[in-house]
T-cell receptor, first 113, second 115 residues
């Protein structure tokens, strides 16, 4: 069965540095998402992306965050200047369309030092 | 605004006994509801979904959930727990618009299975 894959599984970065989290969605999917889960807290929606543009973003997704689908297969989340509070598990998801559910990757654990 | 409330942060059951994980939702219109499961160090796997068809929904691994509009509930059940069911379970409500959707997660219920 096709899967959403995320790399790396664990990323350690110094505060203030830029970080890029990578995702390869399922190939025929049309909608792409990022969520995050701070340790011990619930999963939170960050952003949805469709037709090469952001279709919805949460208040968490401020100017420090950006998303891109540079080559038609990868879907990336960039954090420009990381803060300690960005430490979390980040999940990528993709969905075909209609009532099809979102499929999630295994996540990238981001640790900011 | 939509929300879900998972009434128990932690549930422990003995292997072979029934499982009940409780979820209540709040939505201004007919919602779509899901249960996802997260095993340690793994991603989120869809267990089952309700999208306004049958109110009793069957999912994978013997789980099922019943949508009760009068009680605004969507509780997850399984007749007989297995050790492999130990995981975190999330009740999720969707907001959909023009083909897109956003998931709103509950705070999760950690299920522990006692041998």
């Amino acid at each position: 069965e096709p899967e959403v894959t995320q790399t790396p599984s664990h990323q350690v970065t110094q505060m203030g540095q830029e970080v890029i989290l990578r995702c390869v969605p399922i190939s025929n999917h049309l909608y792409f998402y990022w969520y995050r889960q701070i340790l011990g807290q619930k999963v939170e929606f960050l952003v949805s992306f469709y037709n090469n543009e952001i279709s919805e973003k949460s208040e968490i997704f401020d100017d420090q965050f950006s998303v891109e689908r540079p080559d038609g297969s990868n879907f990336t989340l960039k954090i420009r200047s990381t803060k300690l509070e960005d430490s979390a598990m980040y999940f990528c998801a993709s969905r075909y369309r209609g009532e099809q559910p979102q499929h999630f990757g295994d996540g990238t654990r981001l640790s900011i030092l | 605004a939509q929300s879900v409330t998972q009434l128990d942060s932690h549930v422990s059951v003995s292997e072979g006994t029934p499982v009940l994980l409780r979820c209540n939702y709040s939505s201004s219109y007919s919602p779509s509801l899901f249960w996802y499961v997260q095993h340690p160090n793994k991603g989120l796997q869809l267990l089952l979904k309700y999208t306004s068809a049958a109110t009793l929904v069957k999912g994978i691994n013997g789980f099922e959930a019943e949508f009760k509009k009068s009680e605004t509930s969507f509780h997850l059940t399984k007749p007989s727990a297995h050790m492999s069911d130990a995981a975190e379970y999330f009740c999720v409500v969707t907001q959909q618009w023009f083909g897109n959707e956003k998931l709103t997660f509950g705070t999760g219920t950690r299920l522990t299975i006692i041998p």
